[in-house]
């Protein structure tokens, strides 16, 4: 089979997958999960939430304590790494610092005994699949950080995966690369028509890239669902907070969330009619380019302790009726952009 014609995309399913470290510590709490084939999944979590744990049993570099890994309907839970049809990409790239690109890229197969003439054709054709062909006597030194992510992807695709899995790919890139490399990475995932799925802390990346985000916390998933349905109905207060741009606030006995950018503000003294409203009193105001986030106090006997609600607002607007430190404003949303919040899982 030609390594230009890429494998199919296999779904994978994730069944009540646990990992326990020792006997007491459940780092992955019977999660269940369906990534579909040839999707963009992020896994996506604050530090310690068992995202990388989840990977690593994809992968087959970590065991499973209970639960099933099913890759196109095969259960690969007790296969061995090499033969799961899943690769991984690390965050450091792991490239052997002596060996050149096509050599780095044809080193798995050195391994599985293919002879030298085979294997440096078949990584001379993937490294012209990214683009560096033409680099390939290079060592990872003489390469940016751009090009060594091309040939550790490269060298993932050489063992024909049907799941690519990529952890912290972007991490060590500074923000300008990290933004353009992300942009590289949907565009291989949608070229290859692969499965990718992707561990990241950062809410912008996954936003970015994915077709289905996981939003996962102590090892239990919180919410999984395309970035616009995560953002725009968080399920919980854990997942509203974390997605960030978003106010918790008590309402007839109900935790809701109201986006910061669908609270509008207005002078003290007038009235917000039969919408919802707080009064407060402007504690930040950070101008952010194309809008302005304002931080706002509120001055509700009924929100002790004092809350801060953030506001965002179009320059355009802000620059109309500019808003002073300590000005008192009153807030108001209308009913529907509130959204009712179910309990944490955790
Ligand atoms: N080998 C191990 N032995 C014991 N505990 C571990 C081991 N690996 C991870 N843990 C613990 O399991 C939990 C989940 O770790 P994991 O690395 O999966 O989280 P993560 O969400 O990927 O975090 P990060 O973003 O910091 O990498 C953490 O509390 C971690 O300390």
Redesign the pocket.
């Known amino acids: 089979m030609s390594l230009t014609k890429p494998p199919a995309a296999s779904a994978l399913e994730l069944v009540g997958l646990t990992k326990r470290?020792?006997n007491a510590?459940t780092?992955v709490d019977a999660i269940d999960l369906r990534i579909a084939a040839g999707s963009y999944c992020c896994l996506l979590?604050p530090?310690?939430?068992?995202?990388?744990?989840?990977l690593r049993m994809i992968a087959g570099h970590e065991t499973v304590s209970e639960g099933d890994i099913l890759l196109g309907g095969r259960n690969i839970t007790q296969a061995p790494a090499a033969q799961r049809g899943t690769a991984m990409m690390f965050q450091s790239y792991a490239l052997f610092p002596h060996l050149s690109a096509l050599d780095n890229v044809a080193f798995s197969l050195k391994m599985k005994g293919i002879g030298k003439a085979e294997r440096q054709r078949k990584a001379q054709e993937l490294l012209e699949r990214v683009a560096l062909g033409a680099l390939a006597q290079r060592k990872p030194a003489e390469l940016s950080g751009g090009q060594q992510q091309r040939v550790a992807l490269a060298r993932a695709l050489i063992t024909q995966p049907q799941v690519l899995l990529l952890d912290e790919p972007l991490s060590a890139l500074d923000p300008f690369l990290r933004v353009q490399m992300r942009a590289e990475l949907r565009r291989w995932q949608q070229e290859l028509g692969l499965t990718f799925i992707h561990?990241t802390?950062s809410q912008e990346e996954a936003m970015a890239l994915a077709d289905q985000m996981v939003v996962?916390n102590q090892g239990r998933i919180e919410q999984a669902g395309s970035p616009r349905e995560v953002f725009n109905q968080p399920a919980t207060e854990f997942v509203a907070n974390f997605m960030g741009g978003h106010n918790v606030l008590d309402s007839g006995g109900q935790r809701i969330a109201v986006r910061s950018d669908r609270i509008a503000v207005h002078h003290i003294a007038s009235l917000a009619g039969d919408l919802p409203s707080l009064e407060g009193q402007v504690c930040d105001i950070e101008y952010q380019g194309s809008h302005v986030l304002l931080g706002v106090e509120t001055l509700d006997a009924a929100s002790a302790p004092r809350k801060k609600l953030l506001v965002t607002l179009p320059e355009a607007e802000f620059l109309q009726q500019p808003l002073g430190l300590h000005q008192p404003v009153r807030l108001s949303w209308r009913p529907e952009q509130a959204h009712v919040l179910a309990a944490s899982s955790v």
């Open positions: 470290y020792g510590f780092a979590g530090s310690g939430c068992g995202k990388s744990s989840t561990v802390h996962m």
